[in-house]
């Protein structure tokens, strides 16, 4: 069912790391900021692998918050172990590990300075991953869950009910059911996993219940939505919950004759952006690092991106000439014609 040569590479690059790091002390995970789903799996695999290869106990940091419905109830079911970037000291830590991220991408919250040993990602590589001593980056993979998974199977480590919940629900969420990105070893994970999950507690992350308020950005982004030919962007403006951009980016991509979602949000003192496409030739990535050039840092994978720009002022008027700023940026990067827009929704 496995493909020999995927676990043979997996064997062989978490043997070595593990013989490298057994003994070497305190051992920090940390994912990307507001971690999703597969972000978090990867994050609670490895601190597994390690704990029962090495008997080391990891701490596993985020950055942000844990905003959308779905990853809340996630985190509380499968009893995920996560602590606050904010207020510690990772320089305590002789061994740093990444995963669904990579050292200065923008969208984690670790120090610049802070020297990162392990990364594994299925997001392109970036140059900053030559200064780590142990990089495992697959872009053909749908999730970092995946690779972690392959870690285990090949290591010969049982997983509970639980781990295995956690890393089906990450390349369900991350490859939408196999219907976005995946891979044949996405596939094969989730057919391994799905009979080991616990169906009650699936049934319960993919229907959590959410706050009045959650239903006022489906109104907001809905009534600011503009579409430009098969472009359609949205503006939240200020935000309490940076996944939400997300969320709303997925929803509207559903309107008919939309193939583009660009949908932006001011969290805190920056700007969070989301796209999204149907289209297979368009590399989301690239698209989002070419539209915020120059203001903030961006990156993606197929089709699928986020950015971050920073700073952004809370006043109405610098988030809209932001927002044309952006537009302008992404229908030119795109070549369609440059409009003002038409309205999703009248009235």
Not at 120 to 143: M, N
Not at 311 to 338: F, G, M
């Amino acid at each position: 069912m496995f493909d020999t040569a995927d676990l043979q590479r997996s064997r062989e690059f978490s043997s070595q790391f593990i013989e490298w790091l057994r003994g070497k002390g305190a051992v920090l995970i940390v994912t990307h900021d507001h971690p999703d789903p597969d972000s978090l799996a990867a994050a609670m695999a490895l601190k597994h692998l390690i704990l029962v290869k090495t008997g080391q106990n990891a701490t596993v940091a985020y950055g942000g918050v844990v905003g959308r419905g779905e990853n809340k109830v996630m985190v509380e079911k499968l009893e995920i172990e996560l602590v606050s970037l904010e207020g510690l000291d990772v320089h305590q830590y002789q061994v740093v590990c990444m995963v669904d991220t990579q050292p200065r991408a923008g969208n984690n919250s670790l120090p610049a300075d802070c020297k990162v040993d392990l990364v594994i990602d299925h997001h392109s590589p970036r140059e900053s991953c030559r200064e780590c001593r142990w990089v495992d980056v697959r872009d053909d993979y749908g999730a970092s869950a995946t690779i972690l998974f392959e870690y285990l199977l090949a290591q010969e480590i049982s997983l509970c009910t639980k781990l295995a919940t956690i890393l089906f629900y990450a390349i369900k969420s991350e490859t939408q059911d196999l219907g976005r990105e995946w891979s044949r070893a996405d596939r094969r994970a989730y057919l391994h996993l799905l009979p080991l999950s616990n169906n009650r507690i699936l049934f319960d992350i993919t229907h959590p219940e959410v706050p009045r308020e959650y239903f006022s950005a489906f109104s907001q982004a809905i009534r600011n939505a503009r579409t430009f030919s098969d472009v359609l962007v949205f503006n939240l403006y200020d935000i309490d919950n940076p996944d939400i951009v997300a969320e709303m980016a997925d929803f509207l991509l559903r309107v008919d004759r939309v193939k583009i979602v660009l949908g932006m949000g001011r969290y805190q003192d920056g700007e969070i952006l989301s796209f999204r496409t149907l289209l297979a030739d368009i590399r989301a990535g690239e698209v989002m690092q070419a539209v915020v050039a120059g203001l903030g840092t961006a990156g993606g994978h197929g089709m699928i991106a986020g950015g971050q720009i920073r700073p952004v002022a809370p006043a109405i008027s610098v988030q809209n000439d932001l927002e044309e700023t952006l537009i302008e940026r992404l229908l030119h990067y795109l070549k369609r014609p440059v409009s003002p827009g038409r309205p999703l929704v009248v009235g």
